[in-house]
Nanobody, 121 residues
């Protein structure tokens, strides 16, 4: 059983910062990447930042230079540091572990329930 739990969302003024935390538990042998996605009302879920198992980071163009994804392997935790937040960053942010290999299961993605980020102007 794999559990993905996000935390750290909230309400912040434009220009402010938040740090999202994603904690993963379970018997995961390997995975392709961990990442943060977001979904605003009326929009499709979109990728925000990713971190491969090899340590390569990727960012959406809209957040590059403002957001930073990092990982603490000892804590099975992934962070998303969000600076210079804008109202258009308002969304539910989801953490996912991509193509995870769990004994007894097919490789698949696992997602958390999401955490709301609201940026006021």
């Amino acid at each position: 059983q794999v559990h993905v739990v996000e935390s750290g969302g909230g309400l912040v003024q434009a220009g402010g910062s938040l740090r999202l935390t994603c904690t993963v538990s379970g018997n995961i042998v390997s995975f392709n990447a961990m990442g943060w996605y977001r979904q605003a009302p009326g929009n499709q879920r979109e990728p925000v930042a990713g971190l491969t198992s090899g340590g390569i980071t990727t960012y959406a163009g809209s957040v590059k230079g403002r957001f930073t994804i990092s990982r603490d392997n000892a804590k099975n935790t992934v962070y998303l540091q969000m600076n210079s937040l804008k109202p258009e960053d308002t969304a539910v942010y989801y953490c996912g572990i991509i193509r995870a290999d769990v004994p007894g299961s097919d490789r698949r993605d696992y997602w958390g329930q999401g955490t709301q980020v609201t940026v006021s102007s």
